[in-house]
């Protein structure tokens, strides 16, 4: 499974910001897709996740409001749109096919993982 995330950039805060993860071998389009960060210096976080049909999304509380996850199947993407961005947000984004069909918070569920965008939100 290859994904291939990409749109991140340098922002200020209050901007938003459309992450995509193509995969353009359509070998993922059974699986549920999340998305994790990395900040400098701390550890790989939950972000959101989309079941394999979009019908199913979750969000981790800290992006909940700010952040919605979608799905276009006939484009096998994965989008992350994100509103209203803090510098906490600053981080590497990575997209990721988890092993069944709808996702899980924990990254020990996804096996296939794109290379990374960088996010950066200045004050």
């Known amino acids: 499974v290859q994904l291939q995330a990409s749109g991140g950039g340098l922002v200020q805060a209050g901007a938003s910001l459309r992450l995509s993860c193509a995969n353009p071998r359509r070998t993922a389009s059974n699986n549920a897709v999340g998305w994790f960060r990395q900040a400098p210096g701390k550890e790989r976080e939950f972000v959101a996740h989309i079941s394999w049909n979009g019908g199913t999304t979750y969000y981790a509380d800290s992006v909940k409001g700010r952040f919605a996850v979608s799905r276009d199947r006939t484009k096998n993407t994965v989008y992350l749109q994100m509103d209203s961005l803090k510098p906490e947000d600053t981080a590497v984004y990575y997209c990721?096919?988890?092993?069944?069909?709808?996702?899980?918070?924990?990254?020990?569920?996804?096996?296939?993982w794109g290379q990374g965008t960088l996010v950066t939100v200045s004050s």
């Open positions: 990721a096919a988890a092993r069944g069909s709808f996702g899980s918070t924990s990254a020990s569920s996804y096996n296939y």
